[in-house]
């Protein structure tokens, strides 16, 4: 069963984070190239599980995920 408190602290944390930011970070990582777990990662594996991140959407509104661990 996931910590319910450390996960309410790290989504107050990443939101705190981002609130004045153009851009978004998602890992909690600033480091160019790491701040995002799946978007713009299309064909790259995925930081928690390995399994190559998928895309699809048409021009502007492209959705990004991977497929085993957001099934579905």
Do not use: F
């Not at 790290?10 to 799946?38: C, F, P, Q, S």
Request: aromatic fraction near 6%.
């Amino acid at each position: 069963m996931p910590d319910l408190d450390a996960l309410a602290d790290l989504a107050r944390r990443l939101l705190d984070a981002n609130k004045e930011r153009h851009g978004h970070i998602t890992t909690g990582n600033w480091r160019r190239g790491e701040e995002h777990w799946v978007y713009g990662r299309r064909g790259r594996p995925c930081r928690r599980c390995g399994t190559p991140i998928r895309s699809a959407g048409q021009q502007d509104r492209i959705t990004y995920w991977c497929p085993s661990c957001q099934p579905g």
